[in-house]
């Protein structure tokens, strides 16, 4: 088993350009999460998506849109890069049942440099 | 309310010496409290985790301390080791919505 998987590794990015960010997981989990990484702040969610066919905001979803596409696939779009969205972006997905369901499962991530 | 706030931001200590991470939170509807462990270049990864209804929990070296009344939840590495280096998260979530609220994470040194 893969896990979860992220493409691509790497990207910069000039501002005003877009791109979209893929994410894969075989685990057959329901909920599926984005977060961006920023030194000093943690991990922030971005979008998150429950179950198949839902999405939701999270703490900092201004600047991004994503997509569920399939139980397995969970795409985050930005349609407009702004260097304040330079930042280290993991996916993780979740049984998300709750409790101890919660373990959530990350990505190797990807790093996005927005000049 | 929502927040985890975690202390302190980095950390060094001696190999064989304890590694004291701390993380309190407002929101006493959390019932889930994990630690993750983070490689540089990786993925964060499930470490160890309690419920509210216990006090401590240990896995092998590292160690849970809960404290309910003060909400406020720990994490000891005893023995910390050189592989130990990484930068370790606490987390909170509540009920069934798989959402995790993450403090802001600590970086840990453990010199030989």
């Known amino acids: 088993n893969a896990g979860v998987t992220q493409t691509p590794k790497f990207q910069v990015l000039k501002t005003g350009q877009s791109m979209t960010l893929q994410c894969a997981q075989d685990?057959?989990?329901?909920?599926m999460y984005w977060y961006r990484q920023d030194p000093g702040m943690g991990l922030r969610l971005i979008y998150y998506s429950a179950s198949e066919g839902t999405t939701d905001k999270g703490e900092v979803p201004n600047g991004y849109n994503v997509s569920r596409l399939n139980k397995r696939e969970f795409s985050l779009r930005l349609e407009s890069a702004a260097p304040s969205q330079t930042s280290v972006y993991f996916c993780?997905?979740?049984?998300?049942?709750?409790?101890?369901?919660?373990?959530?499962?990350f990505g190797p991530g990807t790093r996005l440099t927005v000049l | 309310q929502q927040q985890v706030k975690q202390s302190p931001q980095s950390l060094i200590v001696q190999k064989g010496g304890i590694s004291i991470i701390n993380c309190a939170y407002e929101n006493t509807a959390f019932d889930y409290f994990p630690w993750y462990q983070q490689f540089p270049g990786k993925g964060p990864a499930l470490l160890i985790a309690i419920r509210p209804d216990v006090s401590e929990k240990k896995e092998g070296r590292f160690t849970i301390s809960f404290n309910k009344s003060a909400k406020q939840f720990s994490l000891h590495i005893m023995d910390s080791q050189p592989g130990d280096s990484a930068t370790y998260f606490c987390a909170a979530s509540w009920g069934n919505t798989g959402k995790l609220i993450f403090g802001q994470g600590t970086t840990l040194q453990v010199k030989p």
């Open positions: 993780a997905s979740s049984d998300g049942r709750g409790g101890f369901y919660n373990e959530q499962f």
């Open positions: 685990m057959n989990h329901n909920s």
